[in-house]
């Protein structure tokens, strides 16, 4: 078991980074509880990898501190660091049958051959694969690879953490959750603290107890799914999560009332009046923000997308586009509508940072 | 796949090149076939000979035959010892160049040298560099006390025809494994790390696998062109001391030029090659089998 | 230009890889070709380009028979999933391309161009080389070289499928604003039922070479007129039960029996197969109008919006959708309420014989 913690971790592949934009990876400072299972979430390049590698010791960070369980192990090599990690593809020695796959790194530390084949077995009937141990790794479909380079991680009792790049990449969709299922009965197993690379919403909010959102080498918000999902301390967060992405108006806030172009909004708080110069936004997500025929801010329906079981209605505020959601009850829609929005999860911003507000 | 449209063009396209061919290849090789069943000095005498040739050089009794015999023996020796030397080593040298920056290239050209000379220029340089008295190898040898002499001691003249088919050639499997190498993706490296396996672990189990198929093509090249080597031999040895170094294809010229004997000749280069084309045959026939029934 | 396929099929090695396809695409539409992998999209997309000659069925454009037209004279433009670009060449030239080859002038060149870099947002990317370029820049690229050769036929291979989710959103939106106005048949091949909704337009339901359906996207959707288009058409997968009716009751293979509610009271006697969408079924909803089945929990996922739970009833493993953020451990033991009024039944033929009773107005 460990308990990672980054001190100041930053990482440039060129050297002497002049500005902040020579960091592949900005400064972090954080620490993964062990037990849990977190998602590192964002998209191409926004330097999740990076942070897994240098975890994994693939990757030696530039600047800053990586501590398990208060040893120093920044530049310790990667065989030392005593973790577990599922690539993309599925890597799997092809000369081996499963059951030695699963065996090999025990047999590497010369293990006696009786504890190795009770781990095995026990780590194979986890994983279901007992049925197949004594067939040729190559052979077995992509799902099962992927088991047996998971197997081999878990196989030694010690691991401390297990991480995860993007591995079910090359998975048949069909049986994608099956895999997502596994893992998490794994995790639960085995308590281990897991760190999951992805780029899919989806699967970084299936998993993880906690979420990373990262964007241009910065962690931007960690929190539950929940969190990040109702309470987006970033707007980067409330474009990224959710599909469609959160909406963005301009507006001016004072007290309880937003002002955009189109109307006043009521919040759910009272907001401080908020320093001039700042670029200010209510964010509010499209199931937040309601075509109604009651009381409500008029707007132009641009267009109407049917997904069978909700509709969404893209439509323009004063001007600002915006995406609404449409009740099922609703008949036809003309081209005037009004749209009711949500006080309690209509949200400010100010320069993309969330402003908290005081219940009224 | 694109189904072409259906004319008959193409055929134009290949006459210039079944015309070369047939001048090239076909006409010589249906020539010899005749020779070979001929008793013939050339200049239209030919005596119908059967196969009177082909009987009496498989029969190792006979003087021919028994010429024949130790000179596939003699061949086959040799192909096996260049063999069992240029593999192991050329996979060697591969895993010790570098991967990646500016090493690569001059690495790689400096390998491939060897490879780009002219093959009876590098006759001429071997047989000018094996002489005790100028040559710097075979002056270094005997400055060493050992008795090294080229055209008189067998051994001297054996493991020099070697050494130069192992220094031209290993180049040849040095680029074939490494290109192999470099197609291996990182994550197998790194999963081999994470797993604690050791060097030859991870050499035995990731890159002796995945070079499999680039090593059978290598191994295929090399048996062919030790099997037919010429140039070197004539150059340097003169196929000497005695019969010592008179391969297949020395043998070969010697009956079909040196003694006119075309019949004979013919015939024995027919042989040689069924048995060229057998070997690689069965060689390639059972790894592909073993891939085969591997990945069932 | 009009393009009819008249029971065309294509057999490679003795296998039917299209079967009897009849279809009948009008200039300035979205049709979507929805499948999942290996259904015969790609492969049919092909005929219709000329990249394949039919086995049987002949194709024709505006009336005239094209089947043994090669490709190269017929007006066809392709855009695949891997993003395929000329890698010497500058993003400009790589748009470029296709007039060079027709022998367009210079200056006519350099304004299409600047039309479809503009269009799709690569203005300031002309004078990259594809290396250089993001994914979504390099299918953009390939995009615009599809658009700058004002087809009257655009085929469309699943061209977001190797992007960021996030990306393929925006770019879903854009696309058929893009070629609207180009007046070409548009054909957008996609395994995502999600994706064929967000486009519109109409859908051709595709399945182990057949077509199973034709119709207005959302229409087809609502009503699909079997049991593998319906297959086809939900994504999480159909949820699926085999029931026999008699008289009041229902029963299941297991021998259970069910009380016939709501839409069932009306059925004919007989077998029937009972699909309903995730949205049709909750969990721990113990509303009298449903029907409950106990299962247990294999794992939830959470889409934000959304939460799917998978959860295995007996015979088989359904998923229930939840708005919003909602987690069901695995193991847990739950009931799911599945609304008969919102389910597809499909005869022991496979055809549609009664269409759920809460069917929306678009």
């Not at chain 1, 596994?182 to 308590?191: E, I, Y």
């Not at chain 1, 075509?291 to 997904?307: Q, S």
């Not at chain 3, 799709?120 to 370029?133: E, F, G, K, S, Y």
Request: glycine share 8%; with cysteine.
């Amino acid at each position: 078991m460990a308990r990672i913690r980054l001190d100041g971790i930053a990482h440039s592949y060129a050297g002497k980074p002049e500005s902040d934009r020579d960091y592949a990876l900005k400064p972090l400072h954080h620490v993964w509880e062990q037990g849990q299972a977190y998602a590192l979430l964002g998209p191409s390049g926004c330097g999740k990898t990076t942070l897994l590698n240098i975890i994994s010791g693939l990757v030696i960070p530039s600047e800053g501190h990586l501590y398990f369980d208060d040893v120093d192990v920044t530049q310790l090599p990667t065989e030392k660091r005593n973790i577990a990690q599922v690539f993309q593809f599925p890597v799997i020695y092809d000369t081996m049958t499963v059951a030695q796959n699963l065996a090999f790194p025990l047999k590497n530390r010369r293990m006696d051959k009786a504890l190795i084949d009770k781990r095995v077995s026990e780590i194979a009937q986890m994983l279901d694969l007992n049925r197949d141990l004594n067939r040729r790794a190559r052979g077995l479909t992509a799902d099962a690879k992927q088991k047996i380079s998971l197997g081999r991680g878990l196989v030694r009792a010690d691991v401390s953490a297990v991480l995860f790049d993007e591995p079910l990449t090359v998975i048949d969709p069909a049986l994608k959750w099956e895999l997502r299922s596994k893992l998490k009965s794994v995790h639960r197993a085995l308590n281990l603290l897991m760190i999951y690379v992805t780029h899919d919403q989806i699967e970084a909010l299936t998993f993880a107890d906690k979420v990373v959102v990262m964007n241009d080498g910065r962690a931007v918000q960690i929190g539950t799914p929940a969190e990040l999902f109702e309470r987006p301390d970033h707007t980067f967060v409330g474009y990224f999560i959710g599909s469609p992405g959160m909406n963005l108006l301009p507006a001016s806030v004072a007290g309880t009332r937003a002002r955009v172009e189109g109307g006043e909004i009521q919040l759910g708080a009272a907001y401080p009046a908020l320093p001039s110069g700042k670029r200010v936004q209510i964010g509010v997500r499209p199931d937040y923000a309601v075509l109604t025929t009651g009381a409500g801010l008029p707007v132009k329906v641009k267009r109407i997308a049917d997904l069978g079981r909700k509709r969404l209605a893209y439509v323009s505020l004063g001007g600002q586009p915006l995406v609404t959601s449409v009740p099922p009850d609703m008949g036809s829609i003309g081209e005037d509508a009004k749209v009711a929005f949500d006080a309690k999860h209509t949200l400010v911003y100010a320069d993309d940072i969330r402003v908290e507000g005081t219940a009224s | 796949m694109t189904t072409k449209p259906v004319n008959n063009y193409a055929w134009f396209f290949v006459l210039p090149v079944l015309a070369f061919v047939m001048f090239s290849s076909i006409i010589p090789a249906m020539t010899v076939v005749n020779y070979s069943v001929q008793d013939t000095l050339g200049a239209n005498s030919f005596f119908w000979n059967g196969d009177t040739a082909f009987r009496a050089l498989l029969n190792p009794t006979t003087e021919i035959g028994a010429r024949f015999n130790d000179a596939l023996f003699r061949t086959l020796a040799f192909s096996l010892t260049c063999l069992l030397i240029e593999v192991p080593l050329g996979i060697l040298v591969a895993l010790c160049l570098p991967r990646k920056g500016w090493a690569v290239g001059i690495s790689l050209v400096l390998i491939a040298l060897p490879m780009l000379i002219p093959w009876n220029v590098i006759g001429t340089i071997w047989q000018i560099f094996t002489r005790a008295d100028i040559g710097l190898f075979g002056a270094a040898l005997t400055g060493l006390g050992l008795p090294y002499n080229v055209t008189q001691n067998t051994i001297s003249a054996w493991s020099t025809i070697v050494v130069i088919d192992v220094w031209h050639w290993t180049p040849l499997v040095v680029l074939l494994s490494y290109a192999g190498l470099r197609a291996i993706p990182d994550a197998y490296y790194q999963a081999a790390r994470i797993d604690g396996a050791s060097r030859w672990a991870t050499f035995a189990n990731i890159e002796l696998p995945k070079l499999q198929k680039v090593l059978v093509i290598a191994v295929l090249l090399r048996f062919m062109q030790t099997f037919m080597i010429y140039t070197e031999p004539f150059v340097v040895t003169g196929g000497g001391p005695g019969s010592a170094t008179t391969f297949l294809s020395i043998d070969l010229v010697k009956i079909a030029l040196g003694q006119v004997d075309l019949g004979n000749g013919a015939a024995m280069s027919l042989v040689y090659y069924l048995i060229t084309l057998t070997v690689c045959w069965v060689f390639y026939t059972i790894m592909t089998q073993l891939e085969r029934r591997r990945d069932a | 230009m009009t393009l009819v396929l008249d029971h065309v099929g294509l057999t490679e090695a003795g296998v039917p890889v299209i079967s009897d396809v009849t279809l009948s695409l009008d200039p300035g539409t979205l049709n979507v070709l929805l499948g999942p992998t290996l259904a015969g999209k790609t492969t049919l997309m092909r005929l219709m380009a000329g990249l394949e000659r039919p086995t049987t069925g002949r194709i024709l454009a505006s009336g005239r028979d094209v089947t043994k037209l090669s490709v190269r004279r017929r007006s066809v433009a392709m855009v695949y999933q891997q993003f395929v670009n000329y890698p010497s060449l500058t993003v400009f030239e790589n748009i470029a391309s296709p007039l060079r080859v027709a022998g367009v002038g210079q200056s006519e060149i350099d304004s299409r161009v600047a039309e479809a870099a503009r269009l799709l947002r690569l203005d300031n990317l002309l004078q990259r080389l594809p290396a250089q370029l993001s994914g979504g820049q390099q299918q953009r690229t390939a995009i615009a070289r599809a658009l700058v050769k004002r087809a009257e036929l655009v085929l469309l291979d699943e061209p977001l499928a190797n992007l960021d989710y996030k990306l393929r959103e925006e770019l879903r939106e854009e696309l058929p604003r893009i070629f609207a106005q180009s007046g070409a048949i548009l054909v957008y091949a996609t395994t995502e039922p999600t994706e064929a909704l967000l486009l519109g337009g109409t859908v051709m339901t595709l399945r182990e070479g057949r077509i199973t359906q034709v119709g207005p996207t959302a229409l087809v959707y609502r009503q699909p007129a079997n049991i593998d288009a319906a297959r086809v058409f939900s994504d999480p997968p159909l949820n699926e039960l085999a029931i026999k009716k008699s008289g009041p009751l229902i029963a299941l293979a297991s021998g259970r029996t069910l009380p016939a509610i709501g839409a069932l009271a009306n059925l004919a006697d007989g077998d029937y197969l009972m699909g309903c969408r995730a949205d049709a079924v909750a969990v721990n909803n113990s509303d009298p109008a449903r029907l409950t089945f106990p299962g247990k929990v294999a794992v939830t996922e959470i889409s934000g919006s959304e939460s799917f739970v998978r959860v295995d009833v007996g015979t088989g493993v359904w998923v229930c959708l939840s708005e919003g953020v909602h987690t069901w451990e695995p193991g847990e033991n739950v009931v799911v309420g599945l609304d008969v009024n919102r389910a597809f039944l499909f005869d022991a033929a496979g055809s549609l014989a009664v269409p759920p009773k809460m069917a929306q107005s678009a």
